[in-house]
């Protein structure tokens, strides 16, 4: 019991932070729905759930969100094992570009998207704006990477003899994948199929872009309900159903999350060179990366077209405030508030989340003490499972008071970035800290080391280089994060995306042509930030 | 690594961080002057800081609010809270304990969201616009800034250049004459979109889904926002639009001026009219700045900005509008109205109706 309460002490300052910057303002929320005018009504709430309207959202989202993780899983298993466990020439750059569609930001990506399948698009003859095809094709874009960086970890560590023994007895490389590899591997595919689903059935911006007005998710549901419709109710209703959904899959995904096994790590095969048999997955891989490129290359060479032929002008404009005064500060400005706010919300992030990992991968004594370190896991995942628009709402009508009055604070946008960047900092950290072996801290306690030492000595060296890659992830995932941050940016101040977003709002013939000049600069910055990650060569980086 | 290095690299880096300024740490939190006795030299000037609450598409040019801060005294802070919708949900859930002063850009559509919400306090602007702005119910609250009408525009060029009219009215775009032209930002996500719609229901009352129906049938385009439409979609707003019908302003023909001629013109018998409002909020720290603003925002010398601010025509019939716009945008005479009170209590059957009619 003294050991339970030590822990729930320690986890005090986390979690008061969670309470106020995101229980207070969801709950006040959700309140608004549950007891309009102050009374109690969940009856009220129960027969949005009925309507046919929302078990058709509901639908839509299920499916959609299945569709594209199986479409990310299928693509993204043969890019895993090309680039993690062959010697392609280029593979570190490739994997670290695999990875900025995951962090660009859901402005840009519909822009490109918009570029590429709009009716006058080089893909325009398909016929798939406007269609569930093109918000698969989004939601698959986004998150091919998640499972390339998740399986492909566990790919690298994956001790290669058992398959070589299976090979040496006769069977075909077929057979040695299907009995052999993917059942080893079965941890981490589902793991990373649970993030992807995740992700995908959460989606807002890329759904609202992409799917237009005809289709509409749970989370662009409850923007329509609370901004559109002011039905606070139902808004709350679906507020209420995807946050159990979301614990659900957390929950699942916590059970069947893959932790490589530090010991093991000595023993990663080096990647071996390329034999005729891997013909598919390359082709497969080359597929993958073409139609990932296609979007972002069709962003690029819009940014170079002015008037019909190819210019810098789109970028020379970025220091000015664009067509009939699109823009309060140029998008230079811009570029340096997003770095700005970045680092305030990269050190938010990464606070919060050692402290979380340290307190969560600790050694449980006893079933108890397990249970109260999974709940509190999963309570710190919670962000990714409530609509920004929820979240924002909430901040202005619960955090409008002395000594909480945060609304005109300038570190309300990191904060929130941070609460949005938390999970993907724990997943990177806590998996290093959850393969420390506990008696390397016993055996500094008993050498004298106060607890402090111990930290300093044991985990500090170990976790030091997935420190530095989270914080590269929570930087990049900052500099794109558009939903929380168009809603709580103030005016004068406004980040990349926000800004980009303002331009494509706004007539005026330069305005749209530095609208992809700002997001092929944002693009870079990510991309090199995401380098340099992957400089670090972080497995579990991103391994939900 | 060893440890001494490593603690040496975390503290300089941190330090760094913290003297470079790249952070926003130590950024002056916004503390707010108090808004004091004006001064005794000049009896009719105010102090301190007014904020302005008002939607995405606003901007104040710095030339301008230098010039309020010198007429006035005070200091304009903007605010911006969304899109339409947005704005309009942030203030009802605001109503008492408002995120601003004064509120800028609440139009017709949603006016009577805040208003019931008890948002704006009581004003009257000592010259208000002409009475045809005004609202019928809340007008002592909201007062009339500028105008504007959503219209259906067409590309004239592709029209010549295929020896065709364009068409003169709403039941035209279901004409199969005029298939695959059209294209329009969806009422439920786009403000125009919403008003091109309430059009509709004002020109075919309650048969307003028999008519979306042909439309759908004559392969109209429904897309996301405006911008999607006329930069996406629009032959005249760019190199790779397909259709040269648009939902668009009356005041776009200014937009595509090509010497001395637009190559866009209005569908003028598909007009319906925006007015936005501004209002004093209702628990305002600084309620007569927000006087003080409202008031400058009715002057000549700021409604006769207003077209090249927000794409809208000013309320005062004396303010100068820039040249383009004088030759180009001709204000709808005539629009279609469907009153607040109405848009209140119906819009939500109306868009569940609308939307689900436009995903089958």
């Given amino acids: 019991m003294r050991r339970i309460a030590g822990l729930l002490l320690a986890a005090a300052v986390p979690v008061a932070v969670l309470a106020v910057l995101f229980v207070l303002p969801v709950g006040g929320m959700l309140a608004q729905g549950f007891a309009p005018q102050g009374r109690l009504d969940p009856g009220g709430v129960l027969d949005v759930l009925a309507r046919p309207r929302v078990r058709r959202v509901a639908w839509f989202t299920l499916w959609t969100a299945g569709a594209g993780t199986a479409l990310a899983v299928l693509l993204g298993l043969p890019a895993a094992f090309v680039l993690h466990r062959l010697a392609v020439p280029g593979r570190h750059a490739i994997r670290a570009a695999l990875l900025v569609p995951f962090v660009l930001p859901t402005v840009v990506v519909g822009v490109a998207f918009r570029q590429l399948l709009g009716e006058g698009g080089p893909l325009g003859f398909l016929g798939l704006e406007g269609t569930p095809v093109a918000i698969l094709a989004g939601l698959v874009f986004f998150n091919v990477a998640v499972v390339v960086r998740a399986v492909g970890a566990a790919w690298e560590a994956l001790d290669p003899r058992p398959g070589e023994a299976a090979a040496a007895l006769g069977a075909s490389p077929l057979q040695v994948l299907l009995t052999v590899t993917l059942p080893a591997l079965r941890p981490a595919i589902v793991g990373a199929a649970s993030s992807v689903f995740l992700f995908c059935a959460t989606a807002f911006g890329i759904v609202l872009t992409l799917g237009g007005v005809r289709y509409a998710t749970v989370e662009t549901e409850i923007y329509l309900l609370t901004t559109t419709l002011f039905d606070l109710r139902a808004a709350a209703a679906l507020s209420i159903v995807q946050l159990i959904v979301v614990v659900g899959l957390l929950a699942v995904s916590a059970r069947l999350r893959f932790t490589p096994d530090p010991g093991r790590r000595s023993a990663t095969a080096a990647p071996r060179a390329v034999r005729r048999s891997d013909w598919t997955a390359l082709a497969l891989t080359l597929l993958t990366l073409v139609a990932l490129a296609l979007p972002i290359l069709t962003l690029v060479a819009g940014s170079f077209r002015v008037d019909g032929s190819w210019s810098v002008d789109n970028y020379v404009a970025l220091g000015g405030a664009g067509d009939n005064g699109a823009l309060l500060v140029p998008v230079t400005t811009a570029l340096l508030t997003s770095l700005r706010t970045a680092v305030d919300a990269t050190w938010m992030a990464l606070a919060m989340g050692l402290a979380v990992s340290l307190i969560v991968t600790r050694r449980s004594h006893g079933p108890a003490e397990r249970r109260v370190r999974s709940v509190l896991d999963g309570f710190f995942m919670l962000p990714l499972g409530v609509s920004a628009v929820t979240l924002g709402f909430g901040f202005l009508i619960t955090l409008d008071q002395p000594p909480l009055d945060l609304r005109d604070s300038p570190l309300l946008v990191p904060m929130a970035q941070a609460l949005v960047a938390l999970p993907l900092v724990v997943r990177t950290l806590a998996p290093v800290l959850a393969g420390i072996d506990d008696r390397q801290r016993q055996a500094a306690a008993s050498l004298g080391a106060s607890p402090w030492r111990a930290l300093l000595t044991v985990d500090l060296p170990a976790v030091w280089k997935p420190l530095l890659a989270a914080s590269g992830f929570a930087f990049a995932a900052s500099l794109g994060e558009f939903g929380a941050t168009s809603f709580l940016a103030r005016d004068e101040a406004p980040t990349v995306p926000v800004v980009i977003f303002r331009l494509i709002g706004h007539p005026g013939e330069m305005n749209y042509g530095m609208a992809l000049a700002a997001s092929v600069v944002l693009a870079t910055a990510t991309a090199v930030v995401m380098l340099l990650v992957e400089r670090l060569r972080v497995p579990s980086v991103g391994a939900f | ?360």
């Fill in chain 2, 1 to 360: 690594m060893n440890h001494a290095r490593l603690r040496a690299v975390l503290t300089a880096t941190t330090l760094t961080l913290a003297v470079t300024g790249c952070s926003l740490v130590g950024t002056e939190n916004e503390q707010r002057p108090p808004a004091g006795e004006p001064s005794s030299q000049e009896p009719a000037r105010g102090s301190g800081e007014v904020v302005v609450v008002s939607h995405e598409s606003f901007t104040l040019p710095k030339k301008l609010t230098k010039a309020f801060e010198r007429e006035t005294g005070y200091t304009i802070k903007v605010r911006a809270a969304g899109d339409a919708g947005t704005l309009a949900t942030k203030l009802s859930l605001t109503a008492g304990n408002p995120i601003g002063d004064v509120a800028f850009g609440i139009d017709n559509t949603f006016a009577s969201r805040p208003l019931d919400a008890g948002a704006f306090a009581e004003f009257e602007p000592s010259f208000p616009g002409p009475e045809e702005y005004q609202l019928d119910e809340g007008s002592d609250r909201l007062t009339a800034i500028d105008h504007g009408s959503v219209c259906v525009n067409a590309d004239i060029d592709w029209f010549k250049a295929e020896g065709k009219q364009p068409p003169a009215e709403l039941s035209d775009l279901a004409d199969p004459a005029y298939r695959g032209l059209f294209v329009t930002p969806g009422a439920s996500t786009s403000s125009p979109g919403m008003a091109f719609f309430l059009a509709t229901v004002a020109e075919f009352g309650d048969d307003w889904p028999a008519f979306w129906e042909d439309l759908l049938a004559n392969d109209a385009k429904i897309v996301d926002g405006w911008e999607d439409a006329y930069y996406g979609d629009f032959t005249a707003g760019s190199d790779t639009g397909k259709r040269p019908l648009v939902v668009s302003y009356d005041s776009s023909p200014a937009f595509t001026v090509e010497g001395d001629r637009s190559t866009t013109g209005t569908v003028f018998d598909t007009c319906f009219r925006q007015v936005e409002y501004a209002g004093v909020l209702e628990g305002a720290d600084n309620p007569e700045g927000a006087e003080a603003f409202i008031e400058w925002l009715l002057t000549d010398e700021v409604q006769s900005q207003i077209p090249e601010l927000m794409y809208m025509f000013p309320v005062s019939p004396s303010a100068d509008v820039p040249e383009d716009w004088a030759k180009y945008a001709l204000p709808a005479k005539d629009p279609y109205e469907v009153s607040p009170e109405e848009i209140a209590s119906q819009r939500e059957q109306w868009l569940t109706e609308w939307t689900d009619l436009i995903s089958r």
